[in-house]
């Protein structure tokens, strides 16, 4: 191999740190020689009911036609959606999972020299998407209980443009957010958007807006329609089931989503995602029961986790933030061996939070194993 002492790429670009997922079950069972069969993944809040059978049977019959390019509009799944939702389709942009629907805003809006904003400790695609444009990432301090601090958040886009050194054309909210779970009430986030400046816009990130709560819901989708800066982005990886499918969707009003739909590559959903999308929306029945697990799951975790005297933060979605110790190493120890007994979970050190575990709800049976394996190696 010849190697050549120039640098290719932009620096920008050769800064990013990778994306870190939670690992393949085959990549653990062939590094540890452990069955796969045996291997139990908590560790990317898929769904553990795995896929819908009507979005299976959806997929096998559009699986012939496979031959010719995708529906570029996405007008069937557009149609469902726009029902579903109150809104013209032409406020909706389908996306190769919604981390697509993050990146397109991100390229939409800003470029090297602007600003974007996003939590401490919030879903690290925000940081990718920021990098990726040569845009400058200003992650804002969270409260006390590691949720978004809305109040610093805003505080932060007015000091930034108020030293004049650099524009804020963005900012990115999760709610519920990844990796701590954290909640943001409708209150505080209709004050938010009533407040930020009309020019930057507020990317609402909503993947786990099906596990909310009755008590926690609110429909965001009227706020679209009273903000033409808010794009509110939603995902068919979590609970409808279909992550490998890579697909999910943003809605915005015509200005916003035309510059998405510029930008987007022509045929960024495949076919078989927009047959399973249609099925798995209409599915009420698959999401009530993956939600009724979710709140047993979370109820047999965390009360695991009190015996064991572990803290964890309060979780709105499919996964909890557990404290495995006190030390910075806490984390990556507990993790190794737990993956050594073919149980993998998320380390999340990269989102600085060291001594932390993010473990994904899984069926009953799963939650046992895990809890059974993290009561010995503690
Ligand atoms: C999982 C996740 C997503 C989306 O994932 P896609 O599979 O790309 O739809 C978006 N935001 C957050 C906060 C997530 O955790």
């Known amino acids: 191999m010849v190697t050549k002492s120039v640098k290719l790429g932009l620096q920008h670009v050769q800064d ?15 590094e540890y020689g452990l069955d796969e069969s045996k291997i139990v993944k908590l560790a990317s809040n898929e769904n553990p009911l795995g896929m819908p059978q009507s979005a299976i049977d959806a997929m096998s019959r559009v699986a012939s036609d496979l031959g010719r390019y995708p529906d570029s509009n996405g007008f069937e799944l557009k149609e469902v959606l726009s029902n579903r939702l109150g809104i013209p389709s032409d406020w909706i ?15 939409a809006v800003a470029q090297a020299g602007d600003t974007i904003i996003f939590s401490k400790h919030a ?24 949720g978004h601090d809305l109040t610093a958040m805003l505080a932060a886009v007015k000091n930034t443009e108020s030293s004049g050194k650099s524009k804020v054309k963005l900012v990115f909210i999760a709610n519920p957010n990844n990796p701590t779970g954290s909640y943001l009430s ?63 969707y943003g809605v915005a009003q015509p200005e916003l989503t035309d510059l998405l739909n510029r930008i987007r590559q022509p045929f960024n959903v495949n076919s078989l995602a927009q ?9 009420t029945q698959f999401l009530q029961r993956g939600y009724d697990l ?4 979370y109820a047999q975790l965390t009360t695991a986790f009190t015996e064991l005297n572990l803290p964890f933060l309060p979780s709105a979605g499919n996964f909890v933030l557990v404290r495995v110790g006190d030390d910075e190493g806490a ?16 380390p999340v050190g990269n989102y600085g939070l060291p001594q932390w575990l993010r473990i994904s709800i899984g069926l009953p049976e799963e939650n046992a194993i895990f809890i059974a394996a993290l009561r010995d190696i503690l």
Do not use: M
Request: charged share 15%; net charge neutral; with cysteine.
């Open 16 to 30: 990013i740190a990778p994306y870190i997922g939670g690992r393949p079950i085959s990549e653990v069972a062939r």
């Open 93 to 107: 942009t389908l996306g190769n999972g919604s981390n697509d629907i993050l990146e397109l805003a991100a390229r």
């Open 123 to 146: 879903f690290a695609v925000y940081s990718l998407a920021t990098q990726a444009v040569g845009a400058q990432a200003l992650e804002v301090i969270p409260t006390a209980d590691y």
């Open 186 to 248: 409708a209150a505080a986030i209709e004050t938010f958007l009533s407040t930020i400046p009309s020019h930057v816009v507020v990317v609402l990130d909503e993947a786990y807006n099906e596990y909310l709560s009755p008590e926690q819901r609110y429909n965001a989708i009227e706020w679209v329609k009273r903000f033409p800066n808010l794009l509110v982005s939603r995902s068919f990886s979590k609970a409808y089931g279909l992550a490998g499918l890579r697909i999910g």
């Open 275 to 283: 047959a399973a999308a249609i099925a798995a929306l209409q599915d």
């Open 294 to 297: 979710n709140c047993a799951g």
């Open 331 to 346: 984390g990556a120890r507990v993790n190794l061996a737990l993956v050594k007994r073919g149980i993998i979970v998320r």
